[in-house]
Structure formats: C-alpha cells, structure tokens
C-alpha cells in the first residue's frame, strides 16, 4: 500500500524567504515521487517529478525537492519565496497500480 | 498538443437533474482519471480507466454517478439525480504507462460544478 502526509495544511512565508514544504511517503515498492501545484481557479499542474537517477531534481520557477530514500521523505522547496508562488501544492506518489495518491495539500502563502 | 479538453467549463443546473460532465484525454494516453474537489473533503480520485476499461471505481461516491469510456479519445461523468452536495470542480486527468509504470498525470482545466 501507499500514502502520502503532507506536514502542514497551511504555510506561510515572507516574499524572499525560504520556502520548505513538507513531504513524507509510504511505498511497498520503489516510488516514483510527484510535486504538483494548484493556482487558483486552475487544474493541478507538475513542478517536478522523481523516477530514478539523480535524488535531487529541480522543478519549473525555481522549486527543487530531494528524495530521501532513508528518511521516505520528498520535500519541496524554493530558496527564495515570490508572490506569484501563493498556490496550493500537492505531493503524490506512484507505484505499480496506474494511479497517483495525493496528500492533502499544503496551501502557501507569501506575504508581502 | 492541447493537453486534456474538459467540457463545460462551469455547469449550473438545478437539483434532480442529468448533469454530463465530458473529457478528451491526451493523444496516446492509456489511463484516464475523474476527480472530484472540495473545500470540505479535498481531492478526490472517482474512477479511473485503462485503456479504456473501468480499473477502479470504488470512489464513485454512489449510484447517481456513472463514467464511461468509450474510446481512446473520449470520457463522461454522469450524475444522475444530481443533488446540491454534488457541487464541486470535477477534474479530469490522463497519463501514459511505460514498462507498466504510469508516469505523471496530466489534468484539464477542471469543471467547476454548481447544483441549486
């Protein structure tokens, strides 16, 4: 069986700061790892994936995340936090059954 | 590529009745995926097809819902009596299988839902 915890329903950071999203997983079989994000009014869409080779992988505006097989974790981050980031992002992990399994999300907000 | 089609874009009908939610996956996608999305219950996964067979239904909440697939090219989700707790956005996704692992899905703009 799968699943995915998201640390955090709500984040909150200043415009520059780091963002850190939380990511922990559970896979009977070797994962493949997703990030997505979710603008408002808009369908979910990918920021970076993990299959195999390199654990750290860098996504689209500036987002990286780093599987960590020992820890079973896959957070998400950006060293530099940006307005237009506000969104709400979800992990997802798959195995071998042709879905995804999401977490709850994590909604991000960017203060001025 | 126009990613996945999702028709109509926001749906307002009045309770009891026949609401068809409609998808156009992915050119060469073999899955295809209806969520559901709520403030309340989050994302949902209804049902999920493989090329072209229902593999999965068991998140169709209950009998009012039905999905079919057709064809490769194209996907429908019923509810019928709709209700007013049926009011969400319906997202509609696809993905490709390689060495039978599916990949990342691709979803549509979603239909936004609304049962008075």
């Known amino acids: 069986a799968q699943s995915v915890t998201q640390l955090g329903s709500h984040v909150s950071v200043s415009e520059g700061a780091l963002v850190l999203l939380r990511c922990n997983y559970s896979?009977?079989?070797?994962?493949?790892l997703f990030w997505y994000v979710q603008y408002p009014n808009q369908g979910l869409q990918l920021l970076l994936k993990?299959?195999?080779?390199?654990?750290l992988v860098k996504g689209i505006n500036g987002f990286e995340a780093e599987f960590k097989k020992s820890e079973t974790s896959f957070h998400l981050t950006k060293p530099s936090a940006h307005m237009s980031d506000a969104a709400e992002y979800f992990c997802?992990?798959?195995?071998?059954?042709?879905?995804?399994?999401f977490g709850q999300g994590t909604t991000l907000q960017v203060k001025p | 590529d126009a990613g996945v089609i999702q028709s109509p874009r926001h749906e307002v009908t009045e309770m009891g009745q026949e609401v068809t939610l409609r998808c156009k996956p992915i050119s060469g996608h073999d899955y295809l995926f209806w969520y559901r999305q709520t403030m309340m219950r989050g994302l949902e996964l209804l049902i999920y097809f493989n090329n072209n067979v229902p593999i999965d239904d068991s998140g169709m909440p209950e009998d009012r819902f039905s999905a079919k697939m057709p064809n490769a090219s194209f996907s429908t989700l019923k509810i019928q009596p709709s209700e007013p707790r049926d009011s969400a956005v319906y997202f509609c996704?696809?993905?490709?299988?390689?060495?039978?692992?599916?990949?990342?899905?691709?979803f549509g703009p979603g239909t936004r839902l609304t049962v008075t």
């Open positions: 997802a992990v798959s195995g071998n059954t042709g879905k995804l399994i």
């Open positions: 993990y299959t195999t080779g390199a654990t």
């Open positions: 896979s009977s079989v070797p994962p493949y």
């Open positions: 996704a696809s993905s490709a299988t390689y060495r039978e692992i599916s990949y990342e899905q691709y």
